[in-house]
């Protein structure tokens, strides 16, 4: 799970300190003559000109040395002046999500996602209006990244409807059932584990408790990416893991945001 539950933003100097790879100076010998190596410690400088900081960071584990400073990093950014008050005291903060590596196997990747103080939880935004928004490796600028963040924030009401959307779609208790169930599937696959439902869907604390849409799939989605539920496999009964890597925890929050979303009224 992501770590989005600082006050404080990071500086640079703790964001090199927790991800060094994001200071990189030089791509991977394997790279073609045509890829431009940009340090991603660029975009955290343009990033605040653009008023959003640095509220967390992530890169995944090299498991080779020559893949050491070259990995995968995913940089948080917030912006304190922007933030959806909810009349229900649920307020949630949009964040812009950059992942980049400097092996020539991705692009800057720019995320639209949540953070909802309540549970502290980080969602990942995926509806037809919020594609990915990519920046090659052929080249960058400043007001290329301006645009995008622009789109991004134009869009904010967008994410204010879908929000209002499933906070007004109340679930029967056959649809939150048959909700959780898939939801399970998402992440533990079609095998065959079974699951407490009815242990998965109760809330871990008063200020979640409801059966409306919006409610109900954060409850879901905070147990299932950190592991807060068992399961039995084989006669077993397992533990289930916090999802630790950053690409794992985004796909499953794209997925369960996709889930969610068919059953909005």
Not at 19 to 34: I, L, Q
Not at 50 to 72: M, R, S
Not at 178 to 204: H, Y
Not at 244 to 251: A, I
Request: aromatic share 8%; glycine share 4%; with cysteine.
């Amino acid at each position: 799970m992501l770590n989005l539950e600082k006050s404080e933003f990071l500086s640079k100097e703790e964001v090199r300190t927790l991800a060094p790879s994001v200071f990189g100076e030089a791509s991977a010998p394997k790279t073609s003559e045509k890829y431009v190596h940009i340090p991603t410690s660029v975009l955290i400088d343009d990033m605040d000109l653009l008023g959003w900081k640095v509220a967390d960071v992530k890169e995944v584990k090299a498991h080779k040395d020559n893949t050491l400073g070259f990995q995968k990093h995913l940089l948080i950014f917030r912006n304190p002046d922007i933030n959806i008050t909810g009349k229900d005291g649920d307020d949630v903060f949009p964040q812009i999500c950059i992942s980049n590596s400097h092996d020539g196997n991705s692009c800057f990747l720019l995320v639209a996602g949540l953070f909802r103080m309540i549970c502290e939880n980080g969602l990942i935004i995926t509806t037809e209006e919020f594609e990915n928004l990519k920046i090659r490796h052929m080249g960058y600028n400043f007001d290329e990244l301006q645009e995008q963040v622009r789109l991004m924030v134009e869009r904010l009401p967008l994410t204010v409807e879908t929000m209002n959307k499933m906070k007004n779609t109340e679930l029967r208790d056959t649809q939150i059932v048959d909700f959780a169930r898939k939801a399970v599937r998402t992440r533990l696959g079609k095998g065959d584990q079974t699951v407490d439902i009815e242990t998965l869907i109760t809330p871990s604390r008063k200020e979640d408790e409801g059966k409306d849409l919006w409610t109900v799939f954060n409850v879901l989605q905070e147990k299932l990416i950190n592991g807060n539920f068992e399961y039995r496999s084989k006669n077993k009964i397992r533990k289930a893991r916090e999802i630790k890597n950053f690409s794992q925890d985004q796909e499953l929050n794209k997925d369960l945001f996709r889930l969610a979303l068919s059953y909005a009224a």
